[in-house]
């Protein structure tokens, strides 16, 4: 058993994942992001998340509910997009380690490399990893603006 199994850091039984395979994470991660961000559209643009809450107040129970299953569907959604934006930086820096490993001869990797790291230096960045920690910290991560009415304006993302 202990010789099938090798190093117990390792899943028995899959391959490592090459340059090529690299590329394709990135791809996915791009994938499930599109897919989180379009329920985060549609969502946002339900009831439940353009009427004011004290409107939501004043309605029966059965309405409440649904509204609630609306607002915590879009903000799940809204936190597993920062998730994989968050995974797409990751999938690039593996893929250029993997390519400078693999293809050593192909410089542009470190080019590449010295670029990911002028993006992972930009505030964007650093937002992109501060609203994906903080859908951890706080479900309310995407907020609402109302007019001195209480008609809706827009949606907007907190300061942190």
Not at 63 to 68: D, E, K, P, S
Not at 133 to 157: C, E, R, T, Y
């Amino acid at each position: 058993m202990r010789e099938r199994l090798g190093e117990k850091r390792e899943m028995p039984d899959v391959p490592t994942q090459d340059f090529v395979d690299a590329l394709a994470e990135i791809w996915f991660q791009i994938n499930f992001a599109a897919y989180h961000m379009a329920y985060v559209r549609v969502y946002s643009q339900s009831e439940a998340l353009r009427t004011a809450p004290s409107l939501l107040r004043d309605q029966e129970q059965d309405v409440r509910n649904h509204v609630q299953i609306d607002i915590v569907i879009c903000r799940s959604h809204l936190a597993a997009f920062f998730w994989h934006i968050e995974h797409v930086f990751e999938a690039l820096r593996t893929a250029i380690t993997r390519g400078q490993k693999e293809y050593p001869e192909a410089r542009y990797f470190w080019g590449y490399e010295k670029r990911l790291d002028e993006l992972e230096a930009l505030p964007i960045r650093q937002e992109i990893k501060d609203y994906r920690n903080m859908g951890h910290q706080q479900p309310a991560v995407i907020g609402s603006k109302w007019d001195g009415n209480g008609s809706f304006l827009h949606h907007f993302l907190p300061t942190i």
